[in-house]
T-cell receptor, first 111, second 115 residues
Framework: TQLLEQSPQFLSIQEGENLTVYCNSSSVFSSLQWYRQEPGEGPVLLVTVVTGGEVKKLKRLTFQFGDARKDSSLHITAAQPGDTGLYLCAGRIGGAQKLVFGQGTRLTINP | DTGVSQDPRHKITKRGQNVTFRCDPISEHNRLYWYRQTLGQGPEFLTYFQNEAQLEKSRLLSDRFSAERPKGSFSTLEIQRTEQGDSAMYLC?????????????FGPGTRLTVT
């Protein structure tokens, strides 16, 4: 059983389109991170959200943490080929130090 | 800041051999984590250290696996008698030990292939 469910698992869209990736759980997270991973490399931290309802923006990327801290979303506006990659959400439950990861969303932006 | 570094980046070994990986965390980070990632999946937690103390180990970490962080700086992960199922990307991450400790920064990983 996956603690964090990401959807969709695969997404292929045209350059310029908008998209949203979802990360859902039945568990409450004390913090949640989004990472992007390129093939053969480690995940790179994009953002951390901590407070329920929090919204953070990183250029064309908007991250939202659900009010109950059980879900999160990543919205990309006007996607570009450079956005292609594996997007991973990961969270901490309670006071635990380890991160629990979703299975990832593989995003392909076609020029 | 120098990021997390891992060595080697790639390792090919025959089944039954022992392998050892090294991780150097970001210098001021006192927490260090090991994760394993198989193809098409997100990383799974293996173990973590605060300074030299190993504070948590996953059930994924069988008795063939051992991790150390002898001086609270770099860490090693050893796999004895490797099996084909051990083939994966082994990722190391580090974090600070204060209110920002939830931000984990990952190294580039070591890709292990067991033939």
């Amino acid at each position: 059983t996956q603690l964090l469910e990401q959807s969709p698992q695969f997404l292929s869209i045209q350059e310029g389109e908008n998209l949203t990736v979802y990360c859902n759980s039945s568990s409450v997270f004390s913090s949640l991170q989004w990472y992007r991973q390129e093939p053969g490399e480690g995940p790179v931290l994009l953002v951390t959200v901590v407070t329920g309802g929090e919204v953070k923006k990183l250029k064309r990327l908007t991250f939202q943490f659900g009010d109950a801290r059980k879900d999160s979303s990543l919205h990309i506006t006007a996607a570009q080929p450079g956005d292609t990659g594996l997007y991973l959400c990961a969270g901490r439950i309670g006071g635990a130090q380890k991160l629990v990861f979703g299975q990832g969303t593989r995003l392909t932006i076609n020029p | 800041d120098t990021g997390v570094s891992q060595d080697p980046r790639h390792k090919i070994t025959k089944r039954g051999q022992n392998v050892t990986f090294r991780c150097d965390p970001i210098s001021e980070h006192n927490r260090l984590y090991w994760y394993r990632q198989t193809l098409g999946q997100g990383p799974e937690f293996l173990t973590y250290f605060q300074n030299e103390a190993q504070l948590e180990k996953s059930r994924l970490l069988s008795d063939r696996f051992s991790a150390e962080r002898p001086k609270g700086s770099f860490s090693t992960l050893e796999i004895q008698r490797t099996e084909q199922g051990d083939s994966a990307m082994y990722l190391c991450a580090s974090s600070r030990g204060d209110n920002l400790s939830y931000e984990q920064y990952f190294g580039p990983g070591t890709r292990l292939t067991v033939t």
